[in-house]
């Protein structure tokens, strides 16, 4: 490799490292927004305080900046992707998203690259890293916010109940959830509590919460508030068996997580075990290996393999999953 390639793929990598940077450090629309509530201030007063604490909270992630239209274009289904952004709590945009992609896939196909590899198989290994790293991650935060959310549901629920026995009205009882309980639960009904103040029906802001969640538990949640609303009778009564169904739902996915541990195991030795001996073959005798990209009949087998590969991961995960 001459010292022209050198330094051009070296540049790509500071461009893609400096796009990457610019995604977490440049102007969000948070602080424009921001700007826009101090305007508000200074024109009407305090009174503008409640309307800081609100919208920051309701029209959180519907700011979009010039990155996320550009790559809202490039990217498949970027409403479902601002949705999974929105699911894990963080400020994250798809503009965002995308420029760690891109930086990722140019990133590690140039260290490969100059590593000696294949340019097809840089440019694979830098597709999957970049398309699959930033897409595991969210899913990783999702899941733990709303196992978070799982967990502390049950007492937000035995709290609605407490207050709903003492008096208070179903809005308040929301209201002082938000403030009390901390963590996810306390954000999303401070969410609602937010939306029914500036007039949006109570049912409505409970179903785009349990919209965006995604989880039964809040659904059953919703689903028990409606029926209450149009049959009537005992809604404490009624959260206080929900509350006590959904405690013991969460202790049987703590049993049968238990119980299959092990399998799940197995499964990810197996599914991972023929792609970490290939690297290894590759890091010894890297010109042994090469031959299942530039040879048809190896790469027919490669091919061959990674399908029946993945038949058999798909079927093993569909045997350790378990839907209660």
């Known amino acids: 490799m001459d010292l022209f390639s050198l330094l051009m793929m070296t540049i790509g990598a500071v461009v893609a490292l400096a796009m990457v940077v610019f995604a977490f ?43 996320d239209v550009a790559f809202g274009r490039l990217l498949p289904n970027p409403a479902q992707l601002a949705k999974r952004l929105a699911m894990t709590g963080k400020d994250w945009t798809v503009g965002k ?12 196909a140039a260290l490969l690259w100059l590593k000696g590899a294949p ?18 991650l969210v899913g990783f935060f999702i899941k733990r916010r709303v196992a978070k959310f799982t967990a502390k549901f049950p007492d937000a629920i035995e709290l609605l109940v407490r207050g709903l026995r003492s008096g208070l009205p179903v809005t ?26 500036i007039g949006k029906s109570m049912d409505a ?7 965006r969640l995604g989880t039964p538990e809040f659904q059953f949640f919703v689903i028990t508030i409606a029926i209450q609303r149009e049959t009537g009778g005992n809604l404490a009564e009624t959260l206080a068996n929900l509350a006590n169904v959904l405690r013991q739902r969460g202790q049987m996915k703590l049993k049968i997580k238990a119980m299959s541990s092990e ?31 530039v040879e048809p009949r190896l790469i027919i087998a490669g ?8 038949i058999g991961v798909f079927i093993m995960a569909k045997m350790v999953s378990f839907e209660i």
């Open 25 to 67: 450090a440049g102007p969000s629309p948070q602080r424009a927004q921001t700007r826009r509530i101090a305007a508000l201030r200074d024109r009407h007063g305090d009174g503008a305080t409640v309307a800081e604490a609100q919208m920051r909270k309701i029209t959180a992630g519907r700011v979009q900046t010039k990155t």
């Open 97 to 108: 998203y995308g420029m760690v992609s891109a930086g990722l896939i140019v990133v590690v």
């Open 119 to 136: 340019v097809m198989l840089a440019l694979l290994v830098g597709l999957a890293v970049g398309a699959g790293l930033p897409h595991w």
């Open 172 to 197: 308040e009882t929301i209201s002082v959830i938000g403030n009390e309980v901390e963590g996810p639960v306390g954000a999303e009904f401070r969410m609602v509590s937010d939306k029914m103040k």
């Open 205 to 211: 802001a409970l179903q785009d919460t349990a919209d």
């Open 263 to 293: 399998s799940k195991a197995s499964a990810y030795i197996v599914g991972s075990l023929p792609f970490i001996v290939f690297g290894m073959i590759y890091m010894i005798n890297a010109t042994y290996m090469q031959g299942f990209f």
């Open 303 to 310: 091919l061959g393999g990674l399908l029946w590969m993945g």
